[in-house]
C-alpha cells in the first residue's frame, strides 16, 4: 500500500506540500512580516523652530533576534584641519582628506554592539564606528590612520553627528516562539543636514547580522531657513544688502522706542 | 515648550533666550561702559557653538543696527566730524576689503579660526590691560589719561615728527586739528581689516586711536567713531555675505534685539555707578575672555582635527 502510495502519488505529492508551505501566511515567504512596519514621519522638516527631529520606528523580527536601526547619512569628501604644536601654540598644520565618509551615522540597538557582533558580523553588517569608516583614509601607516580615525569620531560625536545608542531598541513578544516587535524613537540632532538618509532594520542572531529592510528618510529646509539659506547661497550680494537695510531699520527703531542714543 | 531657533547659516538650532541673553549682557556692558560689544559677543558666540566666521559675519550685521541708532543721535547733538569720518569710512572700506579677502584665504588655508582667536587674544589683552591699569591709576588718583596726556606734551616724537611732516594737510574744523589725511587713512584702513577679521565694529580700537593719535576732542569722537563704524560694517557685512556666505541674519537679528535693549539698561545705571570700579570689574571680564583664548591656543586640544574656516 505504501510502496503504491509513493510510487503513484511520492512527486506530485512533495510539490503540494512544498507550494502549501509557501502560501501559508506568517512564513518565510511572500507574506512574511518582517521588515519596518510604522516609520514616522518619512520626512523631517527643518523649520525655524527646529531643535532636533524624532521619528517613530516599529518593526517586526524573528523571535529571538536582537535588532539594530541605523540612519546613514550621504557619503561626502571631507577635508580636516589637523592641530599641532607650532612655537608652543597648537594650530593646524596639515589638512587631511577623508572620502565616502558618512556625513551621519546614528546608531539605536536593542543589545550592546560588541555582543552583538561577537560572531564576526559581515562587512554589510558590521554596526561599530571603524567598520563604516574603513577606507576613508589613505594611508600605510595603521597607527596614523587609527588615531585620525579615532579623532574624526571624536569630532563628529562632539557635534552628534555619530551617536551610538545601545539598548535603546525595546523587543516585546508579537507571536510567542514566532516574532517579536521591536520599537525605537529614533532622535536626530539639531546639526542634521538637509539630505537624504539611508535607513536600515538588522537583525542579528548568534552574532550573526543580516539586512532586513532598507529605505530612505528625507531631511529638507522648509519656510523661513529654506527662504534665508537659498537667498545667502544663491544671490549673496543682495542677501547682503537686506541684511544691512533690515539691521539699520531695526535699529533705528528700537533707538526710537528707547530714545536710544546708541552703543560704543 | 520650545525656545529653540534654527540659524540656517550657522546650521545649528540655539535656545533664542540664550542669545538674547548674551545679546543683552553685552549690550548692557556696552551701554555701562560706552564702548562697543563685539569684541566680547564674537567670542561668546564662539564659544557657544556658532562656527567662528558666522559668529564674526552676523556680529559685523548686527552692529550695523547699533551704530545706526547712535549715529543718528550723535548727528542730531551735532558730535559727528563728517569730513573726519569720511576719510576714516574710506580707510575702513579699503582696510574692510582688505580683510574679508585675508578672511576668504585663511578660509581656504584653513587658519581662519587661528588667526581670528591671536587677534583675539592680542586686542583683549591690550585693551583690558590698557583698562586695568588705568582703573588703577585712576582709583590711585593719577589717571594713566594725564600721564599720556603729558607725555603726548613731550617733544618731538617721531609720531609727531611724522603727523607733522606727512604733505596733503587737511583741516579738521569740528575736531579743531589740522593734519594730513594720510594719518587717519591709514588708521581707518587698520582698524576696517581688524574689524573684518574680528566681526566688530572697530569702536574700541577707533576711539583709543581718535583720542590718542588723532587728538580728536572726546565729545566729537563717539560720533565721528560711530559714522564710521556704521559705513565699515555695511560694507563688512555685505562683502562676507557676497563672498563667504557667513552671514547668518537671523542669528544677528536677535543679537541686535538683546543688544539694542541691554544698552539702554546699561546706560541708565551707569549714571548711578562710579566708573572706576564698573571700568576694573569690564577689564577683568576682559581678560577672563583673554586667558581663556589664549588657554586655548596654549592646551592642548580636546581634538585633533577641527574642520576647515570653523564649519
Known sequence: MNRY??????????????????????????HSPIGL?????????????????????????????????????????????????????????????????????????SEKVAAMERGGAAKATQLNYLSILSGSLETNNQEEESLLLNELIKLKEADHLYQIFEGTVRIKPLEQGVWDQADAILELPPKIYPGSYGLELLAFKEGKGRLVHSSTLEVKLVGFPALISGLALQKGLWYGILAVLIAMISGLLIGIVFSSKGGH | MNFSIYLPIAANSVNVFLLLGLGGLVGFLSGLFGVG?????????????????????????????????????????????????????????????????????????????????????????????????????????????????????????????????????????????????????????????LAAIMGVGGGFIMVPIMVYMLRMPMHVVVGTSLF????????????????????????????????????????????????????????????????????????????????????
Request: hydrophobic share 50%.
Open chain 1, 37 to 109: 512596519d510604522v516609520v514616522q514621519p518619512h520626512t523631517i522638516r527643518i523649520g525655524s523652530f527646529f531643535s532636533g527631529g524624532k521619528v517613530t520606528v516599529r518593526a517586526v523580527v524573528p523571535y529571538g533576534d536582537q535588532v539594530a536601526l541605523r540612519i546613514i547619512g550621504p557619503r561626502e569628501e571631507l577635508a580636516l584641519m589637523r592641530k599641532g604644536r607650532v612655537g608652543g601654540l597648537w594650530m593646524n598644520v596639515q589638512q587631511i582628506h577623508f572620502k565616502n565618509l558618512p556625513k551621519v551615522y546614528l546608531l539605536w540597538t
Open chain 1, 5 to 30: 502510495m509513493l510510487k503513484g502519488f511520492g512527486y506530485p505529492f512533495l510539490i503540494g506540500i512544498f507550494i502549501s508551505f509557501l502560501l501559508v501566511p506568517g512564513v518565510y515567504g511572500e
Open chain 2, 37 to 193: 560689544g563685539g569684541f566680547l559677543l564674537t567670542p561668546l558666540l564662539i564659544m557657544f557653538g556658532i562656527p567662528p566666521t558666522v559668529a564674526a559675519a552676523s556680529d559685523s550685521n548686527q552692529i550695523v543696527a547699533a551704530s545706526a541708532s547712535g549715529t543718528y543721535a550723535h548727528y542730531r547733538l551735532g558730535n559727528v566730524d563728517f569730513k573726519m569720518g569720511i576719510v576714516l569710512l574710506i580707510g575702513g572700506v579699503i582696510g574692510g576689503t582688505l580683510g574679508v579677502q585675508l578672511v576668504k584665504i585663511l578660509r581656504a588655508t584653513g587658519n581662519a579660526d587661528f588667526v581670528i582667536k591671536i587677534t583675539y587674544v592680542a586686542m583683549l589683552g591690550i585693551i583690558g590691560g590698557y583698562m586695568f591699569m588705568e582703573s588703577l591709576q585712576s582709583m590711585k588718583k593719577a589717571p594713566l589719561a594725564e600721564e599720556l596726556s603729558a607725555s603726548v606734551q613731550k617733544p618731538p616724537s617721531f609720531y609727531a615728527r611724522l603727523i607733522t611732516g606727512l604733505p596733503f594737510k587737511m583741516n579738521f574744523e569740528k575736531s579743531g586739528i589740522h593734519i594730513s589725511f594720510i594719518i587717519p587713512l591709514l588708521l581707518g584702513t587698520l582698524v576696517g581689516v
Open chain 2, 228 to 311: 564710521q563704524i556704521f559705513f565699515t560694517c555695511v560694507n563688512v557685512t555685505i562683502m562676507q555675505a557676497t563672498f563667504n556666505h557667513t552671514v547668518d541674519f537671523i542669528l544677528a537679528l536677535i543679537l541686535l534685539v538683546g543688544s539694542s535693549c541691554g544698552a539702554q539698561i546699561g546706560a541708565r545705571i551707569s549714571k548711578r555707578l562710579k566708573g572706576d570700579q564698573i571700568k576694573i570689574l569690564l577689564a577683568v571680564i576682559i581678560l577672563v575672555v583673554m586667558i581663556q583664548m589664549l588657554l586655548g591656543l596654549v592646551l592642548s586640544p580636546k581634538l585633533l582635527l577641527s574642520y576647515k574656516g570653523g564649519h
